[in-house]
């Protein structure tokens, strides 16, 4: 089984930066995209970026240019740097990782940013 522990969320202010750590733990060999998501108050999870294990990046088109995600396979841990934070951002941010058929999901931290 594999554990997904997120940590790093907290409260900012509009403009501000905040830096979102994912660490995955027990059995984790041949973990596949990872990515972030993020669950706004009476509103769906949505997708917010992942990458492979080779490093390739995508970018939902609202954080592109402002968020930076990045991994390091032997420490097993994913980051999401978010900078120029807007109020839209607060959401509950999921760190997810793939593997074959499987998706495991960490249980979140809280992002709030006050304008």
């Known amino acids: 089984q594999v554990q997904l522990v997120e940590s790093g969320g907290g409260l900012v202010q509009a403009g501000g930066s905040l830096r979102l750590s994912c660490v995955a733990s027990g059995s984790t060999s041949d973990l596949e995209v990872m990515g972030w998501f993020r669950q706004a108050p009476g509103k769906q999870r949505e997708w917010v970026a992942s990458?492979?294990?080779?490093?390739?990046?995508n970018y939902q088109d609202s954080v592109r240019g402002r968020f930076t995600i990045s991994r390091d396979n032997a420490r097993n841990t994913v980051w999401l740097q978010m900078d120029s934070l807007k109020p839209d951002d607060t959401a509950v941010y999921f760190c997810k990782a793939d593997r074959g058929r499987t998706s495991i999901w960490g249980q979140g931290t809280q992002v709030t940013v006050s304008s």
């Open positions: 990458i492979s294990p080779g490093g390739r990046t």
